[in-house]
């Protein structure tokens, strides 16, 4: 009996990984003989795999579409419009759908317009000629219509059907007859073709030649400007074509087509740029305002008005001389005796600044011959030149001298226009044009003729007449419509014309700023002008008062040039002059007080932004502090021999106490400054007492506002100023001039506390150290050595804050590896596309070179065969 087998059934086959695949972890527990184990945790190639997988699913997708754009563009007959409406779209889809249902009305019309929608319509064609379309070209030659190469039928007849009828008889030119043969024939009609043909040839190069001079001609005619004038009048507005952006673009890259291109600048960068330069700008502004100690290599740069007129100095001839003697020695050409110059700050200028009409005739010369090139150059009529002449021939001698007395009496009789509440504005009245003022007498009666007002624009208007650019010589005569101006303000200022001197300055500043160096020296000497007007005698040691055009002077200049520079030209020499003045100012009344208060206010003004300490200003708020409180025992005044620029008769030293306290009327009643220059009292003087005294309150707050950066000196400076104002009777002061009294009190004083110098030795703080802390050792008394951390966490305040610190590290470094394995990933990607770039270009050069192979034999064999 055989054996049965048994029915086995198979079990799953079960596929075993790879043990190089696997990734082990070793337990932290240990077995009872101390051997670790270590059980698989991950599949390394697997994981590797999947990465892959999504990271071409999604950065791959990202980088082949890198660079490629879907858009979805509506070709919908006007859908695209927003300017029509839904009638007007209906209509021009029915015009085109009718177009294509009907076509062309004739296949041969080639000028029929092409719709742009019309692109997918089959047999649209262009007809071009020479890369032109046919309807584009110019000169278009057609052929000829006329029978002028056709030949005749009777010679046709003859030639080819006639037979016996070519049996003419010619004479040859020997004189010999000969019949006339088919050749004879047919060379004839190929002489006269050609002779009609170059005869055409001929009229045509004719045609061509004259064109073209004619287009010549015209782009000459067209470049000189002289097709301008036959411009259409009605078209003017449009002659200036609003220009597209495209078009600025590309007229500024063929401009600057050779500059490299620069990286765009965004808001941060130019923002980083505009602070630097602003701090370029004021760290030139503080190098102006320094010594000349600080670096003498410099400076150069900061010379300003000065540096343009010693180089306009240097650029003039000098003047030669030469020495010559007799047989005897003596000397035949006498030497000229040097002249006494003033050096006030200006050398090279005149002393007397109204003696400029001395030279009358050499500034009419040149304003003349400026004059007469203008003329010239506009062409116009001689006949106003003539009578421009012949006025100037009249002058008299004796007319000048009178004009001359009268303008040192400085304008006595100065008439201004002024304006009412009835006046109406009369600017259509201002000419366009003026002539050039010759004398400042002209120029007097041009300004006084109009209102302030209207100064600019008569200054506009005759700066547009002579202005530099229009001739060179024209700068001289800026210069000398600066000087009259400049006469003209000093007038208005000894006229105590206030109201116009705002006006006056403004014109003043428009002819400075066309001839800088020039407008300087005249200022210059101006000051001179001044300065030995006033100068005081050997031993005089007080002289009265700055009377107001010294006053205005010195504002006309702190307004026209930089007073911040360590040294200016003008500024400099007009300082030391105005702190001359203010040290022999004499004060024998209370409007001299008010007087020396408004110099001092200029001064320190014009030392705000180089804080230049002014020992002068210290000295007379201290003396006018001095005349505001009851004398004791020790002050100065009370000293016949100190102070000898004040005055001890009448109560001189008591010219600003208050005795008992004032009305309200006469405190808010505002001090005109023109009233402390008047001889008649129009304001009692309690009230100007209360009004010089609030002044000198704020002069001297602005002292201490500028002399703030010197605290090592603040104290010696301000303690006899605290001292006087500590002394002032408050109480007789009314409320609000009281309050400034105290805060201006408080302030100086908060000021000398801080700045006062420590008298304690200062210490150096002396650290401890500390010691290594000895704390008693911490027991557990449930402690496990296998899981040594167990209650860490209840008993760490930190330690959830240390689990989380953990995560963020070990996320870190999966995004790290990421992110490597990301670049990885994409940079073999560009060089699998690179590679298959270049494969295909070997490729394709390796065919195109055999193919020249190719042609190459093909051209040697041809080259070898013989024909």
Not at 438 to 452: E, M, V
């Amino acid at each position: 009996m055989a054996k049965t087998k048994k029915s086995r059934d198979r079990k799953p086959r079960v596929d075993k990984p790879n043990p190089f695949d696997l990734k082990f972890a070793n337990k932290k527990n240990m077995t009872a003989k101390g051997a670790r184990t270590y059980v698989p945790v991950g599949k390394p190639s697997a994981a590797r795999s999947k990465a892959m997988e999504k990271r071409e699913k999604t950065i791959g997708v990202e980088y082949r579409r890198q660079g490629c754009v879907n858009q979805i563009v509506d070709h919908r007959i006007a859908e695209r419009s927003n300017l029509l409406n839904a009638e007007e779209k209906a209509s021009l889809r029915f015009a085109e759908l009718k177009k294509k249902q009907i076509g062309k009305r004739n296949i041969f019309n080639l000028d029929e317009p092409k719709e742009k929608n019309n692109e997918e319509e089959d047999g649209d064609y262009v007809f071009t000629h020479k890369g032109k379309s046919l309807s584009e070209v110019q000169r278009f030659e057609r052929g000829e219509a006329d029978d002028n190469n056709e030949l005749d039928g009777d010679v046709v007849a003859l030639a080819n059907f006639g037979g016996e009828g070519l049996d003419v008889k010619v004479t040859d030119e020997d004189g010999m007859t000969r019949k006339y043969s088919r050749k004879d024939v047919i060379n004839e009609v190929i002489t006269n073709s050609k002779n009609a043909k170059y005869i055409r040839q001929m009229a045509k190069d004719d045609i061509t030649l004259a064109t073209e001079n004619i287009d010549e001609r015209f782009k000459l005619m067209k470049s000189q400007g002289l097709m301008e004038k036959l411009k259409d009048v009605q078209n003017k507005s449009n002659d200036k074509r609003v220009m597209e952006d495209y078009d600025e673009i590309y007229q500024t890259l063929m401009a600057d087509g050779g500059r490299k291109a620069m990286p765009t600048l965004s808001e941060k960068e130019k923002a980083e740029r505009e602070a630097q330069r602003l701090f370029e700008l004021e760290k030139e502004r503080l190098k102006r305002m320094q010594s000349d100690s600080d670096d003498d290599s410099d400076n150069g740069k900061y010379d300003g008005v000065d540096e343009e007129i010693k180089t306009a100095k240097k650029s003039k001839k000098k003047v030669s001389f030469s020495i010559a003697y007799d047989e005897d020695g003596n000397l035949l050409t006498p030497l000229e005796k040097p002249k006494d110059v003033e050096h006030v700050g200006a050398d090279e200028e005149v002393d007397d600044f109204y003696a400029d009409d001395d030279d009358a005739e050499d500034g009419d010369d040149e304003i003349d011959e400026a004059e007469d090139e203008l003329m010239n150059e506009e062409e116009e009529v001689e006949s106003d030149d003539e009578a421009v002449e012949n006025d100037e021939e009249e002058g008299d001698i004796e007319e000048d001298e009178e004009v001359e007395e009268e303008e040192e009496e400085h304008d006595a009789s100065l008439n201004l226009k002024t304006r009412t509440t009835t006046t109406i504005d009369p600017t259509a009245d201002i000419p366009f044009t003026f002539s050039m003022p010759k004398k400042y007498a002209a120029f007097r009666d041009l300004y006084s003729s109009f209102f302030p007002d209207q100064w600019q624009i008569v200054t506009e208007r005759l700066i547009k007449c002579y202005h530099p650019s229009l001739n060179p010589k024209n700068k001289k005569l800026i210069a000398y419509l600066f000087r009259y101006s400049l006469r003209f303000y000093d007038t208005l200022a000894k006229n105590h014309a206030v109201e116009q001197l705002p006006s006056m300055l403004n014109v003043l500043r428009q002819f400075q700023g066309l001839n800088k160096p020039a407008a300087a020296g005249i200022t210059r000497s101006l000051l001179i002008y001044k300065r030995n007007h006033y100068r005081p005698a050997g031993k005089i040691v007080s002289r009265p008062p700055p009377t107001f055009d010294l006053i205005a002077f010195f504002t006309a200049v702190a307004e026209l040039y930089p007073t911040s520079d360590h040294y200016h030209p003008v500024c400099s020499p007009t300082f030391t002059f105005a702190v001359e003045v203010l040290r022999f100012s004499q004060i024998n009344s209370i409007k001299s007080c008010g007087i020396v208060i408004l110099l001092s206010k200029i001064l320190m003004k014009w030392v705000q932004e180089s804080q230049r300490y002014i020992p002068e200003v210290i000295n007379i708020t201290r003396l006018l502090l001095n005349l505001a409180v009851e004398k004791q025992s020790g002050d100065f005044l009370l000293d016949p021999f100190a102070y000898r620029n004040v005055s001890r008769k009448n109560g001189g030293i008591d010219l600003l106490l208050v005795k008992e306290k004032p009305k309200a009327k006469e405190f808010e009643t505002s001090l005109n400054t023109l009233e402390l220059f008047k001889t008649e009292d129009t304001v009692s003087e309690q009230c100007i007492r209360m009004n010089l005294l609030r002044s000198l309150f704020s002069v001297i707050d602005l002292t201490v506002d500028v002399y703030d950066r010197l605290k090592l000196a603040f104290g010696a400076i301000f303690t006899p100023q605290l001292q006087f104002l500590l002394r002032i009777d408050g109480t007789k002061y009314p409320a609000e001039l009281s309050k400034m009294l105290n805060e201006l009190t408080q302030k100086i004083s908060d000021k000398i506390t801080e700045y006062n110098p420590r008298t304690s030795r200062q210490r150096k703080e002396i650290k401890k150290i500390k010691l290594i802390k000895m704390l008693d050792p911490v027991i557990d008394e449930d402690f496990d050595s296998e899981k040594p951390h167990r209650n860490s966490r209840k008993k760490d305040p930190d330690s959830e804050v240390k689990r989380l610190k953990k995560m963020v590290r070990n996320e870190k470094r999966g995004a790290l590896k990421e992110l490597r394995l990301d670049a990885q990933y994409i940079s073999a990607a560009q060089q699998k596309k690179n590679e298959e770039v270049r494969t295909e270009r070997n490729y394709k050069t390796k065919r195109i070179i055999s193919s020249l192979q190719g042609q190459e034999s093909e051209y040697k064999k041809r080259k070898m065969k013989k024909f």
